[in-house]
Each structure stands twice: as structure tokens, then as C-alpha cells.
């Protein structure tokens, strides 16, 4: 009567909380494992803690272990002692021994979270499973972008923040890269762009860190005219066009899994992103699965969220490398008063490029302050200005002063303000502020 009285919701057609407990023990089936086979255990989760390192919650399939025995990682080949194991209840409730069927967690002094995937499967040491248990894949970014300290002093910083944020994010994959304009950073994989927003946001709130986020894109090849064939992973590695012989992009086999109801949308994205339709199985009445062959460097830059806006969340979305194609890339820079700005700077499309141009121009218009001199912000392919905008200069009035007498008297004011002017033009430095970078992401 209790339980009825105070938690309604547990009481349903005058059952009480035992009966329906009693229930679910007779109907639910137990586990399916044998204790006695070599050790499997899948890792479902994993936390970091500041003293005790990374814990890894683990559901027990098949097989015993103990305190103090040596395991493995299949997925990583580390080895580790299990200091301590248990069951999980409200809180960890340590055991002497975990058998098949058991969910629990296992403490090693692992100190770094990269170590410990979700999906791989722990097993002993001396006698090992055969095989380790289907399903696990290694996380797949979706965006890479490079992110550099605005300071190059902060190099070191920047490092140290990185390998804490991947402590508890073991998504955000990054590794070194340098910059001409730039310097020193790291080139970093994200799951989308609002997990790079959210990396981007605790750089700066958690550990203080200015940083500048470049254009995403993916790694081409380039073959030259004398032969050589080129990785190149950010514009700012690419050889002359005048060098070039041919460029390979990344390609993918997609398959995207929605309902019936948004196919057209869907669709109409795929072909936007230069998507290639390969095969198209409805698995159920209203569930479609299309299969499309799909340039990598289309999909990092905003088609997972687009996917999502237009589906309202129900689609799904998985890819494979497929190989590398040839293709018609050309190399866009944005110039601000004839020099470029090195993160601003993509590889694109022929296609795509005057387009996109001219849109990234409209929007840094925007959002560039006006200085004391005109600004002008171009798009260029090479030598060729396909696109241009001009941020207009602050003017003061210094014909106020003048109530009367000759025109000529105003002439000179004014011509000794363009001469200051154009001066300030050729000494002065634009300051690009930060939300202009990420403005390229957010063009629709």
C-alpha cells in the first residue's frame, strides 16, 4: 500500500511493486555466458578519475577473472593488472571475482583515455579468447580542422590543454602540424561541427586558450608535372597550380538510413555534395537505406548537419574509405588588402568555387570592423579575383571647420586626408576577429 500510496506511477492495475519485480525476474531472460570458457568482456563506458585513472565499465559474456589477474585490450594489445573489480549499484561495490553474466567495472591505473575504447573486448592474458566480439570500430571524425595559438608562445600550452580535453573526449583525435601564416598547431579530427565548437568553447573557458580554427578539409593527393606524388593536408601545402599535374580526392561508400518521408531532401543533398546514387533498398514500409559514392572532402565540412536539419534527427549516416579519384580542385584564397589569409584558404570544387567565394567575401564584409582605411577582401584562384568586397573606411568630417571662403581650401583638407590614408593603408594591419573563421561554417 505504501508504494501505491507515494509513488502512484509504480502501480498499475492494483499491482505492486513486487509483482511487477517478480515479473520482470520470471520473463526477462537471464544472461546468456559460460563462466568456464576463456575470458570476454565487452566495454561499454568508461569515466576518468583524477586519482584512480580511467574506469572502464565492462558487461562480463563469457568466462571468470579475479583481483590481481593480468588482462589484455584486444584492440589496443595493452596489458594491465586488475587492481580492482566490482558490480555496479548505486555506487561501485567491489568484488574478489566477476563471472559470465556480471556487470560491473575494472580499475588498472590506466592514465590515458585513448587506451580504453568502447566496444573492445578485455580478456586474459595467459589464455585468451579466440576471437574478440563483433562490432567494435575505431571512431571515425567527421570534420578535421587545424586549430593554432593566436599567440605562437602558447605552442606548449596549447598541447598540454589538448591531452587533457582528450582525457575524458577520447573522440578528438589531433596531431602536430605547421602553418606559413600560422605557425605551429595541431591538425585535429571531430565527430561534427558542434563538437569542434564545444572544444573550441572549453579551450577558451577551461583553460583560457585564443586560438584560430582553420577552414575544415581532408588530405588530397597531388601528382606533380615532374612525378611526385604529394599528401597534402591543408591549402597552405599545396604546390603551384602551374606544377600540378593532377589532384586526388578521398572518396566514400555512403549509406544513409531514414524514413520514406525525407528521401527527396535527402536526395536533393546527396547530389548537391557531388553524391553519386548506387543503390536504394526500402527495409521496411517506411524505412529507406541509400547507398551513395561520395567525395570526403563534401561530407567534413557541414553535410552531417544538414542531414540531421532536414531529416528532424531521424537519419542515421555511416561511410567507408573507398579509395581516391581524381578530380577538378582548385585552391581559393582570400586576400585582405592583397595578402592572404592563410586559414581562411580552402580547397574546392571547380564548380563551387565562384559561389563560395563570393559568399565568404559577403559575410567577412560583415563582420570585419571598420578601420581608418578601406578594407578590401577579395576571393582569388590563383592570380584571378573572382569575387570582391570593400569594408569603407571611418571618415572624419575635416571640412567642418571650413563655414566659407575658397573651395580650394576644402580641396587641401581632403587631400591631406587621403594622403594620411593611404599611408595608414600601406603600415596598418586588419585584425580578423575569431568568429570570422568559424563565419565560413555558417554561410547558410
Not at 546514387?277 to 561520395?294: C, G, I, N, P, S
Not at 542531414?307 to 542515421?316: E, R
Not at 559561389?355 to 559575410?363: A, L, P, Q, T, V
Request: charged share 30%; net charge neutral; aromatic share 8%.
Amino acid at each position: 500500500m505504501r508504494a501505491g500510496r507515494y509513488y502512484p506511477c509504480f502501480r498499475e492495475n492494483g499491482r505492486s511493486v513486487a509483482e511487477i519485480l517478480n515479473r520482470i525476474v520470471k520473463d526477462v531472460p537471464a544472461p546468456v555466458g559460460d563462466p568456464d570458457a576463456p575470458l570476454q568482456c565487452l566495454i561499454f563506458d568508461s569515466v576518468f578519475n583524477s586519482f584512480r585513472g580511467v574506469i572502464a565499465l565492462l558487461k562480463v559474456t563469457n568466462g571468470t577473472f579475479r583481483t590481481n589477474d593480468l588482462v589484455k585490450f584486444v584492440a589496443t594489445g595493452k596489458q594491465y593488472q586488475a587492481d580492482e573489480i566490482g558490480v555496479l549499484k548505486m555506487k561501485m561495490d567491489p568484488r574478489k571475482e566477476l563471472s559470465a553474466g556480471d556487470v560491473g567495472y575494472i580499475i588498472s591505473g590506466i592514465k590515458t583515455a585513448r587506451e580504453v575504447k568502447v566496444g573492445d573486448t578485455i580478456t586474459h592474458v595467459k589464455n585468451p579468447c579466440e576471437k574478440a566480439i563483433e562490432g567494435f570500430e575505431e571512431v571515425k571524425p567527421m570534420v578535421f580542422a587545424g586549430i593554432y595559438p593566436i599567440d605562437t608562445d602558447d605552442y606548449e600550452d596549447l598541447r598540454a590543454a589538448m591531452e587533457k580535453l582528450q582525457l575524458n573526449d577520447a573522440s578528438l583525435t589531433f596531431q602536430p602540424e605547421s602553418s606559413a601564416a600560422l605557425g605551429f598547431g595541431f591538425r585535429c579530427g571531430f565527430l561534427g561541427l558542434l563538437h569542434m565548437e564545444i572544444v573550441q568553447e572549453r579551450l577558451d573557458r577551461e583553460f583560457d586558450m585564443n586560438v584560430i580554427t582553420t577552414v575544415p578539409n581532408v588530405s588530397y593527393h597531388v601528382h606533380t608535372k615532374a612525378g611526385e606524388v604529394l599528401d597534402v593536408y591543408n591549402p597552405s601545402g599545396m604546390p603551384e597550380s602551374t606544377l600540378i599535374e593532377d589532384i586526388e580526392e578521398p572518396f566514400i561508400r555512403a549509406q544513409v538510413i531514414s524514413k520514406s518521408d525525407f528521401i527527396g531532401p535527402i536526395m536533393t543533398l546527396c547530389l548537391e555534395k557531388r553524391g553519386i546514387l548506387k543503390k536504394q533498398d526500402y527495409l521496411t514500409a517506411d524505412r529507406v537505406e541509400l547507398t551513395y559514392d561520395m567525395p570526403l572532402g563534401e561530407i567534413v565540412f557541414d553535410f552531417y548537419d544538414k542531414l540531421k536539419s532536414i531529416s528532424k534527427g531521424y537519419a542515421s549516416f555511416d561511410y567507408h574509405i573507398t579509395g581516391y579519384r581524381s578530380a577538378k580542385l582548385i585552391k581559393l584564397d582570400i586576400l585582405l588588402n592583397g595578402e592572404p589569409v592563410d586559414a581562411l584558404s580552402t580547397l574546392i570544387h571547380f564548380d563551387n568555387a565562384y559561389n563560395f567565394g563570393r559568399r565568404i567575401c559577403e559575410k567577412l564584409k560583415e563582420l570585419i570592423p571598420r578601420q581608418q582605411f578601406d578594407v578590401a577582401i577579395q576571393a582569388a584562384i590563383g592570380a584571378k579575383i573572382i569575387a570582391r568586397e570593400t569594408v569603407k573606411a571611418v571618415r572624419k568630417d575635416v571640412t567642418a571647420k571650413c563655414y566659407g571662403g575658397d573651395i580650394s581650401r576644402k580641396r587641401k583638407l581632403l587631400e591631406k586626408q587621403k594622403k594620411g590614408k593611404k599611408r595608414m593603408k600601406q603600415v596598418g594591419n586588419v585584425e580578423v576577429p575569431q568568429k570570422a573563421f568559424l563565419a565560413v561554417l555558417k554561410l547558410d
